[in-house]
């Protein structure tokens, strides 16, 4: 099987912003945008995966199905779906805790025409010839197989428990029609898996009670705003800027309802370093909001 590899580079354009992520895969002869470039940046992380899969996956437009930006995801979720084969996500990007916590690991339920269905395309396998390391001649090529090291293998068995979630949500993420009740409670299970997870014994009742009241909070105030947008009550800045300010008041909140140390094991920043999740560039592209 091929390789597919995560890389990442900062959104220079505004501190704040996360860093955009893409996948490319182990010849570097084709790369997936993910709603973003597709060139330069650092290795993150790779695994052994499909690459036709993962091809296919992207298609038709290197977004995986991540229909709406900041409605159904940003590039972390589009890479993410791509990534799929390999068994492993964008994990190590800077804000992307923040991303996962909003937009789950493979993309939020949107209202139509923001519908995002994950098609995973199961039964795909093989690899692009771009993605297929040339023959050296005279040398036998031997497939190569990555071995998983400790953290790529607690990252699948919770991945796993991502996929459960989202198959169990299926009917929901292609209706037509648009539960904000189901949405909303689909949203709070992803988070609390999520924070489970990173915190491990620090997640106790209390713990989790604060953090499902501010998650609860914050998915209230985007149902709101992705509402309002939808029926044509708010411009597209205004949206962006909402969306914008309901990421910063989930890490205030955050931050006081955990300890520094919880916030930084479950975020990966220090309480104040914040982030968003708008790209500036991309913004201005889909909703040509300068």
Known sequence: MGTLIVMAYPTTLFAKAADHTYVKCGTGNKAWACWGGKTGGKELRRGTGSTNRADKIAQPDEKAGIKCYLINGVC??????????????????????????LFGTYGRVGYWP???PFNKFPR???DLQECVPKAVKGVRQTPLTRALSVADKLDWQYIKGVLK?????????????FAPAEAEGFHIKLFMHMAEHHLGPMFDKKLASKLRQVRLKTEKNRLKAETAFEKDKMKAKEFVNAINKATIDFQDEMASAMTPEHYETLFELKPGDQVILADPSIVSEVFDVK
């Open 165 to 177: 979630i989202y198959e169990g949500a299926q009917t929901m993420l292609k209706a037509k029609s």
């Open 124 to 126: 795909t396998t093989g």
């Open 114 to 116: 923001c519908k995002s």
């Open 76 to 101: 972390h979720q589009a890479a993410n779906r791509i990534l799929l084969s390999a068994g492993i996500t964008v994990r190590g990007a800077r804000g992307y805790n923040v991303s996962e916590s």
